[in-house]
């Protein structure tokens, strides 16, 4: 038996568990704290989508017709050994459903991915990854309103001497009870900027920020999911295995 006939083998024996493994795993962790269009969800899910190519690709090398497949020798009146077949991979069972906290009931011990900011220590001002800029080009002077990411000319805002109003959002599907902003600016806290929701139903709320720096940032749901911004000007990763927000205020 050669090299290629034993993977083919191991695949057909083993890649079912493999994958039973890794779609509770998308269902259970990747999908449950990282909405849709997140970067880590999608990265896992063209993982999966490879995998399953190469192992299809690999078993079909091994049936008989296909080119380049090794045929096994066998008695000129000994009839074919029909092909083993693949066993089907089962759905996952779906992950429960999380029931949102109730506004006036209190949060949660915090319990994820990245901990509370008495536990957290203190990450540099500057990213470990290059930080992409904004890609309208949009700059902001001390006493204007910036949303990330949003090419639209900031609405003029009044604020701190030599700092600049910079309006966070998250759009109104996001559903939760409380949503903090968490970030370098306000040392993590998880009850220091809370965001409020418009008669549009967005989240929303702004900080004042020196320009000229930037800054990692998160959104904590109902004290115990963390939430990225989906207009960030860039992402970078943290020393929890996940990854950050991060504004450029310029």
């Given at each position: 038996?050669?090299?290629?006939t034993a993977l083919r083998d191991i695949v057909r024996q083993r890649y079912p568990?493999?994958?039973?493994?890794?779609?509770?795993?998308?269902?259970?962790?990747?999908?449950?704290?990282?909405g849709e269009g997140a970067l880590v969800?999608?990265?896992?899910?063209?993982?999966?989508?490879?995998?399953?190519?190469?192992?299809?690709?690999?078993?079909?090398?091994?049936?008989?017709?296909?080119?380049?497949?090794?045929?096994?020798?066998?008695?000129?009146?000994a009839p074919a050994a029909p092909a083993a077949p693949i066993t089907p991979i089962p759905?996952?069972?779906?992950?429960?459903?999380?029931?949102p906290i109730a506004p006036d009931t209190p949060a949660a011990p915090i319990a994820s991915d990245t901990p509370a900011a008495s536990d957290r220590p203190s990450t540099p001002t500057?990213?470990?990854?290059?930080?992409?800029?904004?890609?309208?080009?949009?700059?902001?002077?001390p006493g204007t309103s910036y949303e990330p990411g949003t090419p639209d000319e900031p609405t003029a805002q009044p604020?701190?001497?030599?700092?600049?109003?910079?309006?966070?959002?998250?759009?109104?599907?996001?559903?939760?009870?409380?949503?903090?902003?968490?970030?370098?600016?306000?040392?993590?806290?998880?009850?220091?900027?809370?965001?409020?929701?418009?008669?549009?139903?967005?989240?929303?709320t702004t900080v004042a920020l020196e320009p000229g720096r930037s800054y990692r940032y998160r959104y904590l749901l109902d004290g115990e999911r963390w939430e990225n911004g989906q207009q960030a000007d860039s992402y970078v990763p943290n020393p929890y295995g996940t990854v950050d927000s991060v504004i450029v205020v310029r």
């Open positions: 038996m050669d090299l290629s568990a493999l994958r039973r493994s890794l779609t509770a795993m998308e269902q259970d962790v990747i999908n449950r704290h990282w969800r999608v990265t896992f899910e063209r993982f999966l989508t490879s995998l399953d190519e190469f192992a299809e690709r690999l078993l079909a090398e091994g049936q008989p017709g296909t080119p380049g497949a090794p045929e096994e020798p066998r008695p000129p009146d759905p996952a069972a779906p992950a429960a459903p999380i029931t500057t990213p470990d990854a290059p930080i992409t800029p904004d890609a309208s080009g949009t700059s902001y002077e604020g701190p001497v030599g700092t600049v109003e910079v309006a966070f959002t998250l759009p109104a599907e996001v559903e939760a009870g409380t949503v903090a902003l968490c970030g370098e600016f306000n040392d993590w806290s998880a009850d220091d900027i809370l965001l409020e929701r418009e008669p549009d139903r967005t989240w929303r």
